[in-house]
């Protein structure tokens, strides 16, 4: 049984961290800290139930305020690195959302974020007062480091995941915006990618308003144009047709595509396995034309309703009269981000976000076998 990501945090990981909390700060309770946090519930525990209980509980050995816990975390910090010490800007979140604190959870979540990140611990500061969140994200865009400025982008995307959303910036995302707009020639690709994700992010939920930024910022910098390659791929996969005019794909694809087709081998297979997709398309001649060519599968869920997911084939520009086929495996075990369910699966041919082939196949019960995607 593959380890669950959840695991990285057991009782030798407890006991290193408190190890080394005790050493700069010598009444902390390494034995103590460790049973509290691994009590008689932490087994259930999910990842994000088991970063709180642990900063939880941070607090109860710590220095009861806040300033001075903080030093005692700063003492330790440089030999924090990586996706495990998320637990460092929760305990912000936790503790330091008084308004007398706000300075001090500020800095601490800048000075963090380079080791860890801070992007989900900003998020209820910024739900709480959203004009002063974003001023501090307006200052952190002009950060010289790129790890805050890339939480300038990603702490405010509407639709993080993992992250609470951030319901005010889904209704109107003019402030986002104004933050993304500092970052648009970021010389940092960790940062330029945060802002595309943001970008894909409001495109969600207010799509006019991402074309009107990507029809802008289209030809101002070659970084500029990465992020709005990138940024506008869900509009792009839904076929909308100023995404796709921005790019140079024809909009409608009917008169283009001769004939395409998609087979699934085998049409049955079980949970765990993996299947062959093969395709064709013949294009009709003329003059060259660029193509998005994706396949779609609709997945069960649980409660039997489907949910669609796409898969890039390839993008490139095509002339006219070519004919095209090709084969991609695609694997049907379990994911850390996406559970399979029996049932019919109906796959479809995508090009330019239209279908122009489908085929279906049978998923049944077998042996789960956990991947990370």
Not at 55 to 65: A, H, I, K, V, W
Not at 179 to 200: H, T
Not at 360 to 365: D, F, M, P, R, V
């Amino acid at each position: 049984m593959p380890e669950l990501l959840k695991d990285i945090y057991n009782e030798a990981f407890l006991l290193d961290f408190g190890q080394r909390l005790q050493a700069v700060y010598r009444p902390f309770s390494v034995n103590k800290f460790i049973a509290d946090t691994m009590d008689a519930a932490w087994e259930a525990l999910e990842l994000k139930a088991r970063i709180r209980q642990i900063s939880r509980n941070l607090g109860n050995y710590l220095p009861f305020e806040y300033e001075k816990a903080l030093k005692v975390l700063y003492a330790i910090e440089d030999s924090c690195y990586g996706f495990p010490y998320l637990i460092l800007p929760d305990f912000v979140e936790v503790y330091g959302q008084a308004e007398k604190h706000w300075d001090l959870s500020m800095e601490a979540l800048e000075r963090f974020t380079g080791k860890s990140s801070s992007e989900f611990a900003i998020r209820p500061f910024l739900i709480k007062d959203p004009e002063r969140g974003m001023q501090q994200m307006a200052a952190w865009a002009g950060h010289g480091s790129e790890h805050v400025r890339r939480l300038a982008s990603e702490g405010c995307r509407p639709r993080l995941p993992w992250g609470i959303s951030l319901p005010m910036f889904k209704t109107d995302p003019s402030p986002v915006i104004g933050i993304l707009e500092q970052l648009r020639e970021d010389s940092s690709l960790y940062v330029r990618k945060s802002v595309a994700n943001n970008l894909n992010d409001i495109a969600k939920d207010n799509p006019a308003v991402v074309l009107e930024t990507a029809y802008r910022w289209k030809g101002i910098h070659p970084h500029t144009d990465w992020i709005v390659r990138r940024g506008l791929r869900t509009l792009i996969r839904r076929a909308e047709p100023k995404a796709l005019g921005l790019f140079g794909y024809p909009e409608d694809t009917s008169e283009l595509v001769k004939y395409a087709n998609l087979q699934a081998n085998p049409s049955v297979l079980k949970i765990g396995d993996t299947c062959e997709l093969k395709y064709e398309l013949a294009f009709c001649e003329g003059e060259p034309a660029h193509f998005r060519i994706e396949y779609g599968i609709d997945f069960v869920k649980a409660n039997g309703s489907t949910s669609r997911k796409v898969f890039l084939l390839t993008d490139k520009t095509v002339p006219g009269g070519t004919s095209l086929k090709g084969a991609r495996a695609h694997s049907w075990a379990d994911l850390t981000t996406r559970r399979h369910y029996p049932g019919k699966h109906r796959i479809v041919l995508l090009i330019n976000g239209q279908e122009a082939a489908a085929t279906a196949l049978i998923l049944e019960y077998g042996i789960s076998v956990l991947q990370t995607e």
